[in-house]
């Protein structure tokens, strides 16, 4: 069975411009989560999105958006790109919408975005 | 504030060694533990996840241990191979009425050498 798959691995933009990153969880799951990762520190939270509704959002600016589609597979879009956003973006499924409870998460190996 | 520490920030072994690894957090309510493994360049890896009636669970030659009283957990890695090369964080979960989150710790870099 296919684990959690996202596109592209890897990224290159500018400053000002616009991202769109993709994700696709395990079959069956329908809870996706992003993250963003800063080289040497540990996930920061973004979004958590179950059965197409926003469940969770981090401390992230508005130039931060997601949604969910009814496959369940997931888009997250950064607009006005600062060289901090600069990252391994993670996406995350699991089964519920329980982000915190029992349920484990799997994780994708993410986008790397590079901003120039 | 709730907050999860990870001690050490790195550590260097010998192939066929053991070691443990110290997680503390101030996290309230808690709900779970778990330990994730992320190989450089990858997505983190579930290894165990605790809830707070349980105190030790394992994978393979990876065991956590889990003291809710002291608000402490370890990892333990018995026999490392070079593949155990990773970063290992400790992530817990709070639930309080409809607010759910994971708090993430900064991970401790582990490196297995031969």
């Known amino acids: 069975d296919a684990g959690v798959t996202q596109s592209p691995t890897h990224l290159i933009k500018t400053r000002g411009q616009q991202v769109t990153l993709r994700c696709s969880p395990i079959s069956g799951h329908k809870s996706v989560s992003w993250y963003q990762q800063v080289l040497g520190q540990g996930p920061q939270f973004i979004f958590q999105y179950y059965e197409k509704e926003e469940r969770g959002r981090g401390n992230f600016p508005d130039r931060f958006s997601a949604r969910q589609f009814p496959n369940y597979s997931s888009e997250l879009n950064v607009n006005a790109l600062l060289l901090g956003d600069s990252a391994l973006y993670l996406c995350a499924s699991s089964l519920t919408g329980q982000v915190g409870s029992n349920q484990p998460q799997h994780f994708g190996d993410g986008t790397r975005l590079s901003i120039l | 504030k709730n907050q999860v520490e990870q001690s050490p920030q790195s550590l260097i072994i010998l192939e066929g060694k053991n070691c443990t690894l110290q997680c503390n957090y101030t996290v309230s309510p808690f709900s779970n533990l778990r ?80």
């Open chain 2, 35 to 114: 330990w994730y493994k992320q190989d450089t360049g990858r997505g983190p890896v579930s290894l165990t996840i605790m809830t707070f009636s349980e105190n030790t669970k394992s994978n393979g030659r990876y065991t956590a241990t889990l003291d809710a009283d002291t608000k402490q957990s370890s990892l333990h890695i018995t026999a490392s191979q070079l593949s155990d090369s990773a970063s290992y964080i400790c992530v817990v979960g709070t639930e309080a009425g409809n607010n759910r989150k994971l708090i993430w710790g900064l991970g401790t870099s582990l490196a297995v050498n031969p």
